[in-house]
């Protein structure tokens, strides 16, 4: 069975502070791994993935991860928060050993606030 | 390219009544699944189509039922509805687990 957990469900930055997002997961195969962000009333934006390549993985709007076996974890960042940063964010896991899974574990989401 | 489409955006029903949600995946991608959004239980996994067959399914009760046809398009079905199936009903389709999943904005569903 698969697991992810995300440390922090509300993390609070200043604008142009780093932004760190925790996430560690619980995996029996080799995972894929995934950062999505939700704004208010929309769907799920998919904001990078490690599909056992580079272990460095950078995204969409400045951020990137880092995934380390050794650690279990897939920790987001991004150098310097911006205001359009505030949402929630998601980490979340599947199968890559060809199994049948075909799906996704989440993480219970960190909410991030950027002040002014 | 398009994105994923879900229809209706908002849906108001009454407890008891039954449910048709529509998801449409972006052209090309064979698999669609559907997540159930909550406050309380987050995101979690309903089902999974791939070629028109359910591949997984999530520990949801068989009132929440799908089906994909022979052009990918999805649907999901709740019937006899509670309280509690009030939630933002997403789906993703992709085109293999490596290349990720692309959700639609969602169907928020409330049971009154």
């Known amino acids: 069975a698969q697991s992810v957990t995300q440390l922090g469900s509300h993390v609070s930055v200043s604008e142009g502070a780093l932004v760190l997002l925790r996430c560690n997961y619980s995996?029996?195969?080799?995972?894929?791994l995934f950062w999505y962000v939700q704004y208010p009333n929309q769907g799920l934006q998919l904001l990078l993935k490690?599909?056992?390549?580079?272990?460095l993985v950078k995204g969409i709007n400045g951020f990137e991860a880092e995934f380390k076996k050794s650690e279990t974890s897939f920790h987001l960042t991004k150098p310097s928060a911006h205001m359009s940063d505030a949402a929630e964010y998601f980490c979340?896991?599947?199968?890559?050993?060809?199994?049948?899974?075909?799906?996704?574990?989440f993480g219970k989401g960190t909410l991030l606030t950027v002040n002014p | 390219k398009a994105g994923v489409t879900q229809t209706p955006r908002y849906l108001i029903k009454t407890r008891g009544q039954q449910v048709t949600l529509s998801c449409s995946p972006i052209s090309g991608h064979r698999s669609v699944s559907w997540y159930q959004q909550t406050p309380g239980q987050g995101l979690q996994f309903l089902f999974e189509?791939?070629?028109?067959?359910?591949?997984n399914k999530g520990n949801f009760p068989g009132r929440f039922s799908g089906r994909q046809f022979s052009n990918s398009r999805s649907e999901m079905n709740v019937s006899t509805l509670e309280l509690g199936d009030s939630a933002l009903y997403l789906c993703a389709s992709s085109g293999g687990t490596s290349y990720g999943y692309t959700f639609g904005s969602g169907t928020r569903l409330t049971v009154v």
């Open positions: 979340a896991v599947s199968d890559n050993s060809g199994g049948s899974n075909y799906k996704l574990t």
């Open positions: 189509y791939f070629s028109e067959t359910q591949r």
């Open positions: 995996s029996s195969v080799p995972p894929y």
């Open positions: 490690y599909t056992s390549a580079a272990t």
